[in-house]
């Protein structure tokens, strides 16, 4: 049995409306159906563009947004049925890193106040002096002096203040720490750091991770399976080193044709997914399949009615899509084929290329020992002319309605100065 288990994890927030008396006209579907597992010991990363519910989730294991429906399952408890109380135990053995550093520590307290809070609210350390050398511990093995206890949080950088964050998710010695973005807001040299630091910690102390994270190159290098989310539930999972060679789904496809390859030859040649249109809104999404309304492979007699459920095609891959087969054995046709280019050399061929009839793309080649022809003119040619020629007279328009507005304010300004000369009646 799996550390933590979420089976069909539900997470919709009301839509209130009315002056005196709120009543619901709607929901925004945030989480809307995912499962997962994580394995003692493993790294979970859970991946996916802004809006597609990983914060939600992540908050929503930890019961920091109410569960709508669903299961989350950890070492055997069933937590979304867990009075109050007995939620706030499990607590300690559940623990969060947040995105932003400094917003997540309180400007009011010194670090040794706001590292000892949590300890003394579930009863670690027989006395302040017992959890203080505890802290100084945790601290050295985040990589701070001990002199830190008594600063301040905006007396640290930016990768200092995370070091903070984790340093207090660790003085609780949760067996789960659920990572939200830890290093988007750091900068790159300092997000190696911190990754890093995380790693080490894993081997050493023995935790679990979920991480939750928008790059795709930090999710690969710290996760050993990835989840990839699409407006509220799972696309992919996969276990890492195989969603990044080989993705089976549109949307993961599309993801990492996005990621940049240290290899020019390969740059240029390598086809790129550009998805279409705005992500829907997840107060209204699609009927059946989340993302057919971007999907270059989208078959509307299925697509569109029919939400395909996450199903294992083969050593734990696991994918949501109608036609993962028909997509991967080349039996299924790019319908929206304005999201494809072919990067070829310095030029881009977009695959919207505008089709010209038969009539005018032919030309004809004349032989080697015929008399020189005329050349043919090419209608495109004269649209060409015609619509430069239109250009010009609309812009002889203008400047004629410029020269007569000009003329107008001058016959106004001359009327005006008149008026004020004359002596008044």
Known sequence: MSL???DDVKVHFPVKKGLFFDRTVGHVYAVDGVSLSIE???????VGESGCGKTTLGRAVLRLNDITDGG???DGTDLAKLPSEEMRAFR????MVFQDPLGSLNPRQNIESILSEGMAAHGIGKDQTERREKIKDILAKVGLPSNALSRYPHEFSGGQRQRIGIARALVLEPDVIICDEPVSAL???????VINLLEELQESLGLTYLVIAHDLAVVRHISDVIGVMYLGGLVEEAPSDALYAKPRHPYTKALMSAVPVPDPEVEDRRERILLHGDLPSPANPPAGCRFHTRCPWVQETKCATERPPLLDTGDGHKVACHFTAEIEAGTVKQTLATGIEAVTGT???AAEAVEVSEGETETEVPAADAPAKEPATVPAQADADADAKETEAKAADVKDAEKEAADATEETADATE????SPKA
């Open 92 to 95: 300690r053995r559940l623990q």
């Open 4 to 6: 933590l288990e979420l």
């Open 418 to 421: 008149k008026a004020e000369g």
């Open 347 to 349: 030029e881009t061929v």
């Open 40 to 46: 003692a010991g493993q790294t979970y990363g859970l």
């Open 187 to 193: 900068d790159v040299s300092v997000q190696a750091q």
């Open 72 to 74: 989350v399952v950890f």
